[in-house]
């Protein structure tokens, strides 16, 4: 193919030499064999990280490998049975480390192919959405506002299509398609009739034909730098690698200093200090700072962000950014769009006035079953050609249709397009034949600023018509005529008041109202906004119902009891919005109703000062929205907002959280947005925020579980060794390596998914600036070190007269105090009657159990372990301390619980 010339040819020599069709595109066949020739429409990829490396990155610690040395020493002096037992121990270790990432790193993926781009393509004559990397040379592109350009291609088809090529060219300013060939010569950043990949279509539509893929694009071609960004660490995972680190320090510190002294304790005290010695101490040493395990802290936050965010995509919140899910429980206010997110986005148009009458229309959802009714009379098309021009009107500007899959009708579009056209086809206008023989030559698309779109058609009989719908009062400041029964007449002040009137009427009972309009164009006129959209004849108003949705209601009921302020943003008219926003809740009585214009008349300060009262926002623009964003967040609130449309993205990036519309979004939009949600629902929303509290618990659980369980194991150790001196080793390593598995690995993991707190979306939103490491989780790993050391203590030092004895005890202390206490921490807050335990704890702390019990059967591994069998009376006294221990911990809780609620904020 001539590659590198594409610009040079005329579109229709283009469309020859990739052996391809406009109308048509590609068939399925043929994509099969440019698959194979050409490969998937990728740039390089980082190779993925194999299983088998993430099992050996688990040895990939200085302290692990030290303990391996040691422990083949240890081999090789004769203590064959406690390296071996050491050895198996670090490998289970590792094993569990292992599932973690692997766990972590598979949600990953699946989530980034959830969140794959795709593209609208012609194949067969069909228009298809397809996964962008699934492009071939020869695919017909359907570009339009908003689209990300997967692949380079050759405009064949322009109607005002515009470009930000910034990320290719670095021209600022958008630029201008046309389809008309180019010298051979043109620079890149001149080739006005392609379009290159990594750019965006930001207004107007067109088709292309893909000429280029993956790594033969321009893009492609700087590849290699695009690809070295890294990415960056979510503030929890940055905050918990801090204290993991420091944590480190502190406890290898202690750890090397305990075995220090005791190694110059026994050369003082003329002790022999041989091999054996010096090996069990740092062996000893290691194993101590492992079973601290805070250099883990990180990974452990990092798996249990990927893991919810895996969950979460699950339930249609498709989170493209780690540290969203943190942001998510901050979340105070939330911005949402009303079509289609709070309402169901089934439009159905219900109400028609033209020709001074209004028209009642039946029928309901997308089958085009229904009536139109005016003055108890049935109308007939043949009878009022009025009507026929307005429903003609409206099915020509107009880009949706209207489907039947499985015996359901189904729109693909707009969900206001869609009414139009379910409204035509109610009335018999078969719409398809209406475009075939009226085809659209030009257009000047829609944008939330213009407020309106218009299409110029060559009609059946030659003329060139302009259509334009868009809302009511902008429409009729472009009409200079209105249509009536005897034909057109000029139209006066009064009669658009009249006609505004019944526009407010029809948006007091909820309905979203649009303006049509039409004038046919003389021959040789220039088809530019200011040209075509004057002079207009008015044909009617259309009121649409779009019912809310009831997860909606119930959504905004939750959010008010958590302190969260939902507010909608619309592009309706103010009352069709305050009529909905009251149905779901939103607004109530005294609140502020605000309205673009008056909102672009406000200063900054000024509008700071009443954001907080307003709930309504009608007719606004994407820059409103940004307005709306910067207020809010200037008060420190936590704000998500929502978006769709291409020039929604600066308001979705400066958002805290940005949550683009899965189904109506742009790619542009998805890109710029930390959430996409799969299913557009603001209910959706709603749930991601408790979803993301709930993660955020967890991984507060077992944090305080870990840490508590280590700093207990360091200070109880390393004190033993500390006050008695190096002969009166407390617990040797195997069984200090032994203690970490069992209790900080299923018990731990279990914790990290456990069920939400009763009260998760009872709560006010968390404070951003709160560490993870609040005061009540400092307050309860001190309270419980405070519980529990002393019983540590108590049984070491009560019968010192026979060490394997006191070892014996202390090592089931440890377990069954650490197993019993993982109960306590099912929940931070509440008793376990009111948190039970769920399955998968019950079933860790049982395993384990049963492990140990069976374990210590064997002779050898008492021996490494240090112990001997222990005794009926033994168990009862630690199963009794472990009771204390359990029961002092239900009170901490209670005692915690009542001071949080005691210092908690009031809800508004």
Same mark, same amino acid.
């Given at each position: 193919?001539?590659?590198?010339?594409?610009?040079?040819?005329?579109?229709?020599?283009?469309?020859?030499?990739?052996?391809?069709?406009?109308?048509?595109?590609?068939?399925?066949?043929?994509?099969?064999?440019?698959?194979? *020739?050409?490969?998937?429409?990728?740039? *390089?990829?980082?190779?993925?990280?194999?299983?088998?490396?993430?099992? #050996?990155?688990?040895?990939?610690?200085?302290?692990?490998?030290?303990?391996?040395?040691?422990?083949?020493?240890?081999?090789?002096?004769?203590?064959?049975?406690?390296?071996?037992?050491?050895?198996?121990?670090? $490998?289970? +270790?590792?094993?569990?480390?292992?599932?973690?990432?692997?766990?972590?790193?598979?949600?990953?993926?699946?989530?980034?192919?959830?969140?794959?781009?795709?593209?609208?393509?012609?194949?067969?004559?069909?228009?298809?959405?397809?996964?962008?990397?699934?492009?071939?040379?020869?695919?017909?592109?359907?570009?339009?506002?908003?689209?990300?350009?997967?692949?380079?291609?050759?405009?064949?088809?322009?109607?005002?299509?515009?470009?930000?090529?910034?990320?290719?060219?670095?021209?600022?300013?958008?630029?201008?398609?046309?389809? !008309?060939?180019?010298?051979?010569?043109?620079?890149?950043?001149?080739?006005?009739?392609?379009?290159?990949?990594?750019?965006?279509?930001? %207004?107007?539509?067109?088709?292309?034909?893909?000429?280029?893929?993956?790594?033969?694009?321009?893009?492609?071609?700087?590849?290699?730098?695009?690809?070295?960004?890294?990415?960056? *660490?979510?503030?929890?995972?940055?905050?918990?690698?801090?204290?993991?680190?420091?944590?480190?320090?502190?406890?290898?510190?202690?750890?090397?200093?305990?075995?220090?002294?005791?190694? $110059?304790?026994?050369?003082?005290?003329?002790?022999?200090?041989?091999?054996?010695?010096?090996?069990?101490?740092?062996?000893?040493?290691?194993?101590?700072?492992?079973?601290?395990?805070?250099?883990?802290?990180?990974?452990?936050?990092?798996?249990?962000?990927?893991?919810?965010?895996?969950?979460?995509?699950?339930?249609?919140?498709?989170?493209?950014?780690?540290?969203?899910?943190?942001?998510?429980? +901050?979340?105070?206010?939330?911005?949402?769009? &009303?079509?289609?997110?709070?309402?169901?986005?089934?439009?159905?148009?219900?109400?028609?006035?033209?020709?001074? *009458?209004?028209?009642?229309?039946?029928?309901?959802?997308?089958?085009?079953?229904?009536?139109?009714?005016? =003055?108890?009379?049935?109308?007939?098309?043949?009878?009022?050609?009025?009507? !026929?021009?307005?429903?003609?009107?409206?099915?020509?500007?107009?880009?949706?249709?209207?489907?039947?899959?499985?015996?359901?009708?189904?729109? &693909?579009?707009?969900?206001?397009?869609?009414?139009?056209?379910?409204?035509?086809?109610?009335?018999?206008?078969?719409?398809?034949?209406?475009?075939?023989?009226?085809?659209?030559?030009?257009?000047?698309?829609?944008?939330?600023?213009?407020?309106?779109?218009?299409?110029?058609?060559?009609?059946?009989?030659?003329?060139?018509?302009?259509?334009?719908?868009?809302?009511?009062?902008?429409?009729?400041?472009? +009409?200079?005529?209105?249509?009536?029964?005897?034909?057109?007449?000029?139209?006066?002040?009064?009669?658009?008041?009249?006609?505004?009137?019944?526009?407010?009427?029809?948006?007091?009972?909820?309905?979203?109202?649009?303006?049509?309009?039409?004038?046919?164009?003389?021959?040789?006129?220039?088809?530019?906004?200011?040209?075509?959209?004057?002079?207009?004849?008015?044909?009617?108003?259309?009121?649409?119902?779009?019912?809310?949705?009831?997860?909606?209601?119930?959504?905004?009921?939750?959010?008010?009891?958590?302190?969260?302020?939902?507010?909608?943003?619309?592009?309706?008219?103010?009352?069709?919005?305050?009529?909905?926003?009251?149905?779901?809740?939103?607004?109530?009585?005294?609140?502020?109703?605000?309205?673009?214009?008056?909102?672009?008349?406000?200063?900054?300060?000024?509008?700071?000062?009443?954001?907080?009262?307003?709930?309504?926002?009608?007719?606004?623009?994407?820059?409103?929205?940004?307005?709306?964003?910067?207020?809010?967040?200037?008060?420190?609130?936590?704000?998500?907002?929502?978006?769709?449309?291409?020039?929604?993205?600066?308001?979705?990036?400066?958002?805290?959280?940005?949550?683009?519309?899965?189904?109506?979004?742009?790619?542009?939009?998805?890109?710029?947005?930390?959430?996409?949600?799969?299913?557009?629902?603001?209910?959706?929303?709603?749930?991601?925020?408790?979803?993301?509290?709930?993660?955020?618990?967890?991984?507060?659980?077992?944090?305080?579980?870990?840490?508590?369980?280590?700093?207990?194991?360091?200070?109880?150790?390393?004190?033993? =060794?500390?006050?008695?001196?190096?002969?009166?080793?407390?617990?040797?390593?195997?069984?200090?390596? %032994?203690?970490?598995?069992?209790?900080?690995?299923?018990?731990?993991?279990?914790?990290?998914?456990?069920?939400?707190?009763?009260?998760?979306?009872?709560?006010?939103?968390?404070?951003?600036?709160?560490?993870?490491?609040?005061?009540?989780?400092?307050?309860?790993?001190?309270?419980?070190?405070?519980?529990?050391?002393?019983?540590?203590?108590?049984?070491?030092?009560?019968?010192?007269?026979?060490?394997?004895?006191?070892?014996?005890?202390?090592?089931?202390?440890? #377990?069954?105090?650490?197993?019993?206490?993982?109960?306590?921490?099912?929940?931070?807050?509440?008793?376990?009657?009111?948190?039970?335990?769920?399955?998968?704890?019950?079933?860790?702390?049982?395993?384990?159990?049963?492990?140990?019990?069976?374990?210590? !059967?064997?002779?050898?591994?008492?021996?490494?372990?240090?112990?001997?069998?222990?005794?009926?009376?033994?168990?009862?006294?630690?199963?009794?301390?472990?009771?204390?221990?359990?029961?002092?911990?239900?009170?901490?809780?209670?005692?915690?619980?009542?001071?949080? !609620?005691?210092?908690?904020?009031? #809800?508004?």
């Amino acid at each position: 193919m001539a590659n590198g010339i594409w610009h040079s040819m005329e579109a229709a020599q283009a469309l020859k030499e990739l052996d391809t069709d406009i109308h048509r595109g590609l068939t399925d066949d043929e994509v099969k064999k440019r698959l194979e *020739k050409y490969g998937y429409n990728e740039l *390089k990829k980082e190779e993925k990280v194999s299983p088998f490396t993430i099992f #050996i990155n688990q040895f990939k610690n200085i302290l692990i490998i030290i303990l391996l040395i040691a422990t083949v020493l240890s081999a090789l002096v004769g203590e064959i049975v406690d390296a071996g037992l050491i050895l198996v121990i670090v $490998v289970f +270790c590792a094993v569990l480390g292992f599932v973690q990432e692997y766990r972590a790193e598979q949600a990953l993926e699946a989530l980034k192919k959830m969140l794959s781009p795709t593209i609208t393509v012609l194949r067969g004559g069909k228009e298809e959405e397809i996964p962008s990397k699934e492009l071939v040379p020869g695919d017909v592109l359907l570009l339009e506002a908003g689209d990300k350009i997967p692949a380079d291609a050759r405009l064949v088809e322009n109607h005002s299509l515009r470009c930000d090529e910034a990320p290719l060219t670095g021209e600022s300013l958008p630029v201008g398609k046309d389809i !008309q060939s180019l010298p051979e010569d043109v620079p890149v950043g001149d080739r006005r009739n392609m379009v290159f990949t990594g750019t965006t279509a930001i %207004y107007g539509r067109g088709k292309a034909t893909v000429t280029s893929t993956g790594m033969n694009t321009e893009f492609g071609k700087i590849a290699e730098e695009v690809l070295a960004v890294k990415a960056e *660490k979510t503030p929890l995972e940055k905050r918990t690698e801090e204290i993991g680190k420091w944590l480190g320090i502190i406890a290898l510190g202690i750890c090397f200093l305990v075995a220090g002294i005791s190694i $110059v304790r026994e050369l003082m005290g003329g002790g022999r200090v041989d091999l054996p010695f010096i090996i069990t101490m740092v062996m000893f040493a290691i194993a101590l700072a492992m079973a601290t395990a805070v250099s883990s802290l990180a990974a452990i936050v990092t798996g249990a962000l990927a893991i919810g965010m895996h969950q979460m995509a699950k339930r249609n919140a498709l989170v493209r950014k780690m540290s969203a899910v943190e942001t998510l429980g +901050c979340t105070t206010v939330i911005c949402s769009d &009303k079509t289609g997110t709070l309402t169901k986005g089934e439009m159905t148009v219900r109400k028609i006035f033209s020709v001074g *009458k209004m028209i009642e229309v039946s029928g309901g959802g997308y089958a085009p079953v229904g009536e139109f009714r005016s =003055v108890g009379e049935t109308l007939s098309l043949e009878r009022t050609p009025s009507l !026929q021009l307005f429903l003609r009107a409206g099915v020509l500007c107009n880009d949706a249709d209207l489907h039947e899959k499985e015996g359901k009708w189904l729109v &693909k579009g707009d969900p206001t397009e869609g009414a139009f056209v379910v409204a035509a086809a109610k009335a018999g206008l078969h719409v398809h034949e209406i475009r075939l023989e009226n085809p659209r030559i030009e257009e000047i698309p829609f944008s939330s600023e213009r407020k309106r779109m218009t299409t110029i058609h060559k009609m059946e009989d030659g003329k060139r018509v302009a259509f334009m719908k868009g809302a009511p009062e902008v429409v009729i400041e472009r +009409c200079s005529h209105v249509l009536e029964d005897g034909g057109m007449k000029k139209i006066v002040d009064t009669e658009k008041a009249q006609i505004l009137k019944v526009n407010e009427d029809m948006a007091h009972g909820a309905l979203r109202v649009l303006g049509i309009a039409y004038r046919e164009l003389p021959d040789g006129v220039a088809y530019s906004e200011d040209v075509v959209e004057g002079d207009m004849i008015f044909l009617g108003l259309t009121g649409m119902m779009d019912p809310p949705r009831e997860e909606a209601i119930e959504a905004t009921i939750v959010c008010k009891q958590v302190g969260i302020r939902p507010i909608m943003i619309t592009g309706d008219h103010k009352l069709t919005a305050v009529a909905i926003a009251k149905e779901i809740g939103i607004y109530r009585e005294g609140d502020i109703v605000l309205i673009g214009e008056e909102l672009d008349k406000m200063s900054d300060e000024e509008f700071e000062g009443i954001v907080d009262k307003v709930t309504v926002y009608a007719r606004v623009s994407p820059m409103d929205k940004l307005k709306i964003v910067k207020a809010w967040k200037k008060r420190g609130e936590v704000v998500a907002m929502t978006g769709d449309g291409v020039n929604d993205a600066p308001a979705l990036k400066h958002a805290d959280i940005g949550v683009a519309m899965g189904i109506t979004g742009t790619e542009v939009t998805k890109e710029a947005a930390d959430m996409v949600l799969s299913d557009d629902n603001f209910a959706t929303i709603v749930k991601a925020i408790e979803r993301g509290r709930w993660i955020y618990d967890n991984i507060k659980k077992y944090l305080t579980y870990l840490l508590r369980g280590n700093i207990t194991e360091v200070v109880v150790i390393g004190g033993v =060794v500390l006050i008695l001196g190096p002969e009166y080793l407390p617990l040797l390593p195997a069984a200090i390596l %032994y203690i970490n598995l069992a209790t900080d690995g299923l018990p731990a993991l279990a914790l990290g998914i456990a069920p939400p707190d009763p009260d998760i979306m009872q709560r006010p939103p968390r404070d951003p600036k709160e560490s993870v490491f609040s005061w009540d989780m400092k307050a309860f790993i001190l309270l419980a070190l405070l519980i529990e050391i002393p019983f540590f203590f108590f049984l070491f030092f009560h019968d010192l007269t026979d060490i394997a004895h006191a070892r014996t005890e202390i090592f089931f202390l440890f #377990i069954i105090i650490e197993l019993i206490i993982a109960f306590n921490f099912r929940s931070m807050r509440y008793s376990i009657f009111n948190a039970p335990p769920h399955k998968w704890l019950t079933i860790a702390i049982l395993s384990q159990i049963v492990l140990t019990a069976a374990l210590i !059967q064997i002779p050898a591994i008492r021996d490494a372990f240090g112990i001997t069998m222990p005794s009926a009376s033994d168990m009862a006294m630690i199963l009794g301390f472990g009771a204390v221990v359990f029961i002092s911990m239900e009170v901490v809780k209670a005692i915690l619980r009542k001071k949080m !609620q005691a210092g908690k904020r009031m #809800i508004v």
